[in-house]
């Protein structure tokens, strides 16, 4: 059974740092781009960074080029995220996803994605 499971998150104030991690089980085929995607309350869906799971090319959303950086570890199963000089508004539900596909659009729901976990919660605030 395919499982993604975020872990990393919780309270930290303004101009802090976290790392958010996400452990991948279960995976019998290729999936190859892995995703930070994040939902601020009341708002949509939005991609924070991408990493190709083989060739380790990354991408950033204009929020998060310069305070983030995205890796995975060398077995390429726990992907990772490095946050600092955080804000109130990085404040949202983390999740992360994997696809078969490169997706850098409007992300309409998770189910988008091929598989995704339960997300873990990042608060900015003093």
């Known amino acids: 059974q395919v499982q993604l499971v975020e872990s990393g998150g919780g309270l930290v104030q303004p101009g802090g740092s976290l790392r958010l991690s996400c452990a991948a089980s279960g995976f019998t085929s290729s999936v190859e781009w892995m995703y930070w995607i994040r939902q601020v309350p009341g708002k949509g869906l939005e991609w924070v960074s991408i990493?190709?799971?083989?060739?380790?090319?990354?991408y950033y959303s204009y929020s998060a080029k310069g305070r983030f950086t995205i890796s995975r570890d060398n077995a390429k199963t726990t992907l990772f995220l490095q946050m600092r000089s955080l804000k109130p508004e990085d404040t949202a539900l983390y999740y992360c996803?994997?696809?078969?596909?490169?997706?850098?659009?409007?992300?309409?729901?998770?189910?988008?994605?091929?598989?995704w976990g339960q997300g873990t919660q990042v608060t900015v605030s003093s």
């Open positions: 996803a994997r696809d078969r596909r490169l997706r850098v659009g409007t992300i309409r729901a998770l189910s988008d994605f091929d598989y």
């Open positions: 990493v190709n799971r083989d060739t380790g090319n990354t």
